[in-house]
């Protein structure tokens, strides 16, 4: 049974360009949410899935935007990089009120 | 900002039982007490949860004080696997999903 996967496991982009992640949620999970973790700092919520509408969202702007598929597969997606979002973006599914299950990651640079 | 204050670090010796304090002096009625690790180069992991009475299971053990604002997770016989950055976190039923991470505590075991 596998995990949480994410693809692709390593992104590197330019500034200003677009990028979208991508997530596939452990078998039989219905909800995804995405974190972002800086080098050395522990993972901040960036957004929340559920039933293909974002339930919750932290403190990230509007060029941080998701999607969530019928099949409860979803994407991050970032417009306009900067060079502060290199980070190691964390995908996490799970039932509703249930614990996460993280996948590796996606460590994006931006240059 | 994190609800929770925990040491940066610590030692632990193969096979000993190493004891994780955690200190959420504001936590609320409805809050649980969740305890996730980072190994490196890994997603976090969860390890145990609880409201207010102690918890077991296969991973570790879980105990919270009768007034709730301090808890230990206790890895019973730590391995040299077992070294990670552990965090607690405590997380409201109307947040669930939301967890955030502070620094954690990084824990090193020796042989």
């Known amino acids: 049974d596998a995990g949480v996967t994410q693809s692709p496991t390593h992104l590197i982009k330019t500034r200003g360009q677009q990028v979208t992640l991508r997530c596939s949620p452990k078998s039989g999970h219905d909800t995804v949410s995405w974190y972002q973790q800086a080098l050395g700092q522990g993972p901040q919520f960036i957004f929340q899935y559920y039933e293909e509408e974002e339930r919750q969202r932290g403190n990230f702007p509007d060029r941080f935007s998701g999607h969530q598929f019928p099949n409860y597969s979803s994407e991050l997606n970032v417009n306009a990089l900067l060079l502060g979002d290199s980070a190691l973006y964390l995908c996490?599914?799970?039932?509703?009120?249930?614990?996460?299950?993280f996948g590796n990651g996606t460590r994006l640079t931006v240059t | 900002d994190a609800k929770t204050t925990q040491p940066p670090s610590m030692d632990c010796a193969e096979g000993r039982a190493a004891n994780l304090p955690c200190n959420h002096s504001t936590i609320s009625g409805n809050e649980y007490v969740y305890w996730y690790r980072q190994i490196h180069s890994q997603g976090p992991q969860y390890i145990i949860h609880?409201?207010?009475n102690n918890e077991t299971n296969e991973m570790a053990s879980l105990i919270i004080t009768e007034d709730r604002k301090s808890s230990t997770l206790i890895l019973p016989h730590a391995t040299l696997r077992d070294t990670a950055v552990y965090y607690c976190?405590?997380?409201?039923?109307?947040?669930?999903?939301?967890?955030?991470f502070g620094a954690g505590t990084q824990v090193v075991v020796t042989p």
């Open positions: 976190i405590v997380l409201g039923t109307d947040s669930w999903g939301k967890l955030q």
């Open positions: 996490a599914s799970s039932l509703l009120n249930s614990p996460l299950h």
């Open positions: 609880g409201l207010k």
